[in-house]
């Protein structure tokens, strides 16, 4: 009998850790679910995500942050529009750039909450030659000429920190901006400088001509 409970407790402790519950913010399904997050995380199951064709494991802690804004679909300010604007964004990189799933490992709406895009363990499509190296976070809107609201940024700093806390940002890790490693004008020149105040911002590279300077190996940036 004993050993029969063991097993069971076993089994229970087997089944958290590779459903990665303890990692998951209360679901509509679920409202029992411990989160890890101080701040709105909003799963995959909670936006109504397809899932993906197929996915490559990314090696963790990774080096470097990425960050973008959408540009389009614009900013989203309730938990309804936002997830609407994540399922928006996973059909146009699905359906007509023809990748496996939503480009960016996370996305963070002006509502103030997180949504999970490919997670932190699943490799990206969002930074060219740079998706090995890094987690990609979208702050959904257009951020050319304004700056997020604080909420927006707030969450999307916490959420950085939860990722150096959980190891899958190293703790010394670059921050910088999608047009520090393409041709882009992402992540929109307010966004860009308000982040270049962020704690861990990196001015190197400060573009795609430094690419070259910066060991990328092992790098499957496809899809
Ligand atoms: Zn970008």
Redesign the pocket.
């Known amino acids: 009998m004993a050993i029969y409970i063991e097993l069971l407790v076993f089994a229970y402790i087997v089944d958290i850790a590779s459903s990665g519950t303890i990692f998951r913010a209360q679901d509509a399904d679920d409202d029992n679910e411990v989160s890890s997050y101080d701040f709105p995380f909003v799963t995959r199951s909670m936006w109504h995500a397809r899932p993906p064709k197929e996915k490559n494991p990314l090696q963790t802690p990774v080096p470097y942050v990425v960050i973008?804004?959408s540009y389009s679909p614009p900013a989203c300010y309730d938990a309804v529009t936002c997830r609407q604007a994540m399922r928006s964004m996973q059909n146009f990189h699905m359906d007509s750039r023809g990748w496996w799933d939503i480009g960016y490992n996370f996305a963070v709406g002006s509502d103030g909450a997180a949504y999970e895009g490919r997670g932190w363990t699943v490799l990206g499509a969002?930074?060219l030659h740079f998706n090995n190296v890094s987690i990609g976070i979208?702050l959904i809107g257009d951020w050319s000429y304004l700056v997020p609201p604080s909420n927006q940024l707030k969450s999307a700093k916490a959420l950085i920190n939860v990722g150096v806390e959980l190891g899958f940002i190293k703790s010394d890790y670059k921050l910088i901006g999608?047009r520090q490693v393409r041709e882009?004008e992402?992540?929109g020149d307010a966004l860009f400088n308000e982040i270049q105040t962020w704690d861990h911002w990196s001015s190197f590279p400060a573009s795609y001509k430094d690419l070259d300077k910066i060991d990328l190996t092992g790098s499957q940036n496809k899809s």
Request: hydrophobic letters at 10%; proline letters at 11%; a neutral charge.
């Open positions: 973008h804004h969002h930074a979208c999608h882009t992402c992540p």
